[in-house]
């Protein structure tokens, strides 16, 4: 009876070690060796920008503990908006993963800070995709225009060198003067200057095309 109890007490002593050993494997983290280039950083604002690249390159979502805003760090980092605190979080998941959808969840309508227009905008510039530029709403008479339809048009005319879409944005809003006018630059193309609206502004353009050609 003595040697079955041994074995017993043997047994069991073993299980709980692997329990233990099991259990502190799969909740410690494992960091990448890079870590100690953020490591040796002195504290601050670049130790922590340091450990929230390295988190989003090796997309190991345990270094932001590391951070003090370690729950826009997790989010960005897994790719969940649901899990973000800020709106500014938001807007990085929504542009990186070209979801219009996305911008849906930005509260603020501060024009300083990250809006759902603005989120609209760099969605649409970066994905190419016009049909988002066509949902970026009217901006309040009251506030000075930041251009946001604008530039989404604009940006993606001179991404892709494509003047039919400075030609929708003129069909659907009326006006596309600098989307006329940045394609006509680029292409050093008076042409397109004749397109412009605002007299004003196709003067510069075709003053712009001719210093172009004939710097002086």
């Not at 494997?25 to 922590?48: H, N, Q, R």
């Not at 979502?61 to 370690?70: E, G, H, P, R, T």
């Not at 309508?109 to 969605?123: G, M, N, P, Q, R």
């Not at 251009?147 to 001179?158: H, L, V």
């Amino acid at each position: 009876w003595l040697k079955i109890i041994i074995l017993i007490f043997v047994l069991l002593l073993i299980g709980a070690i692997y329990f233990i050993f099991v259990h502190n494997s799969s909740s410690t983290a494992v960091y990448p060796p890079e870590i100690k280039t953020c490591d040796d950083l002195p504290s601050g604002i670049l130790k922590e920008e340091c450990y929230f690249n390295l988190a989003k390159t090796t997309e190991n979502s345990a270094i932001c503990q590391k951070i003090s805003n370690y729950p826009d760090c997790i989010a960005i980092v897994e790719q969940n908006s649901d899990k973000c605190e800020n709106d500014g979080c938001i807007f990085q998941i929504a542009v990186a993963k070209k979801d219009s959808t996305i911008c849906d969840k930005i509260k603020s309508s501060d024009i300083t800070a990250v809006t759902k227009t603005s989120c609209l905008e760099e969605v649409g510039r970066s994905s190419l995709n016009i049909s988002v530029c066509r949902i970026i709403p009217d901006e309040p008479k009251a506030i000075p225009s930041s251009g946001y339809r604008d530039n989404c048009y604009k940006r993606i005319a001179e991404t892709t060198n494509n003047l039919s879409v400075c030609k929708e944005e003129l069909q659907l809003f009326g006006n596309a003067d600098s989307c006329y006018y940045r394609m006509a630059i680029i292409n050093a193309n008076n042409a397109t200057c004749e397109k412009v609206i605002d007299t004003n502004q196709k003067y510069m353009c075709y003053y712009g095309i001719s210093y172009l050609k004939y710097p002086t």
